[in-house]
């Protein structure tokens, strides 16, 4: 069977990478649909070496279509996947509209892949930021028990779209020349306040919520519990997170502290770590290797080094995982959740999905 794909969001940071892993899966794509909105009508992107219009993304879009994979915001999917679903379109969001919702599974293939099984409809890919961390702590999870997480991110602008990496471009250009920094975008567009990100940290990702947290801390509270644990088991383990914009384009770095329920040795941690899906180890101290956003920028890999014991805490320990955050964190992470729906043969919406949406 050849599949009728759509990506909604295909112009932006994430839908371009999209369209580049698509290419490169295993899935067999028969027609394609590249959906925007009205600004990028007349425009053309590739496929497989094809030109193909841009259209302005509608509910009709989806006519026809087998899979979308969106990600165009999260008000974009809240109005039109469920049109598509409507529609007997299979969709996997990027966005976070749907990721707590019970009758949605979030999923990252690597940890809960047979969450797949009972979808109807919709599935989420999760927060960037939490898809690296859990590919790195699942294997320790299954392994040795994890009671509590405490994670520090640097996160790269690109998590904030195209349009934040050109603007921490254009600020580092302004200091060279020796002119003020005009901050637009960062460190939320709809927030009321804007700080440059160049030369700068920026303690804010998204809007603060409930306990002086902000919503992306919030996410990886959340959405580690879900992935991890699912909902009924949620309590079991403790995770906090402070989430901080650096001025790097592109790879979220993460500082990761976490106690297990046994005590193994830090060799016993890499051990399990080398041979984990998706996980590559880059750790040796004698030869100052450890992840780097510029080396793992366009591997779909999630890198993982520093990894040690607390020296005060038994059974305590470190680590720092780096990932391209367009593409495990979102693109690629996307498209594997496409591969296997594709494998399992769950490109379909159970009857009476549609009214769950609505
Ligand atoms: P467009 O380029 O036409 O604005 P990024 O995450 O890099 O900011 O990209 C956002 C993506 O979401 C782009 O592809 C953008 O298309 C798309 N988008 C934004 N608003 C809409 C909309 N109203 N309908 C469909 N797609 C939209
Ligand atoms: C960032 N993590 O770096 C965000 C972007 O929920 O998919 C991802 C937003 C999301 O700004």
Request: with cysteine.
């Amino acid at each position: 069977k050849q599949y009728t794909v759509a990506i909604l969001g295909a112009t932006g940071a994430v839908g371009t990478r999209m369209i580049e892993q698509l290419e490169q899966s295993t899935i067999p794509v028969g027609e394609i649909h590249l959906l925007a909105s009205k600004r990028s009508v007349g425009k053309k992107l590739k496929f497989n070496g094809q030109e193909v219009a841009v259209e302005e993304a509608v509910p009709d879009s989806f006519n026809g279509v087998d899979l979308v994979l969106a990600s165009a915001g999260g008000d974009i999917s809240a109005r039109l996947l469920p049109e598509a679903v409507k529609r007997g379109a299979v969709c996997v969001d990027n966005t976070s509209h749907f990721r707590m919702n019970d009758n949605v599974p979030l999923v990252v293939p690597e940890v809960n892949v047979d969450a797949l099984e009972n979808h109807h409809g919709i599935i989420a890919d999760p927060n960037c930021s939490t898809i690296q961390m859990v590919v790195a702590l699942e294997p320790i999870r299954k392994q040795f028990g994890l009671k509590q997480v405490i994670v520090s991110t640097y996160q790269a602008a690109g998590g904030a779209g195209q349009s934040a990496i050109n603007e921490l471009y254009r600020e580092a250009q302004e200091k060279l020349d020796g002119k003020p920094m005009q901050a637009e975008i960062l460190p939320v567009k709809g927030d009321k306040k804007h700080y440059p990100l160049a030369f700068n940290l920026l303690p804010q990702i998204d809007v603060f919520e409930e306990a002086d947290y902000t919503h992306e801390e919030w996410k990886m509270i959340r959405e580690t519990k879900k992935i991890m644990l699912g909902d009924k088991f949620a309590k079991d383990i403790k995770v906090t997170a402070t989430c901080v914009r650096v001025p790097v384009p592109i790879g979220h770095g993460e500082t990761v502290y976490f106690e297990t329920a046994q005590e193994p040795t830090p060799a016993e941690i890499k051990q399990v770590l080398a041979t984990a899906p998706g996980v590559v180890v880059q750790d040796d101290p004698s030869q100052q290797l450890y992840p780097q956003p510029v080396t793992a920028e366009g591997k779909r890999d999630t890198f993982v080094g520093r990894i040690r014991a607390d020296v005060e805490n038994p059974g305590s320990y470190h680590m720092w995982v780096v990932a391209d955050n367009l593409l495990k964190g979102a693109a690629w992470n996307a498209v594997q959740i496409a591969q296997e729906l594709v494998k399992r043969d769950l490109v379909r919406v159970p009857e009476g999905s549609a009214e769950l949406f609505n």
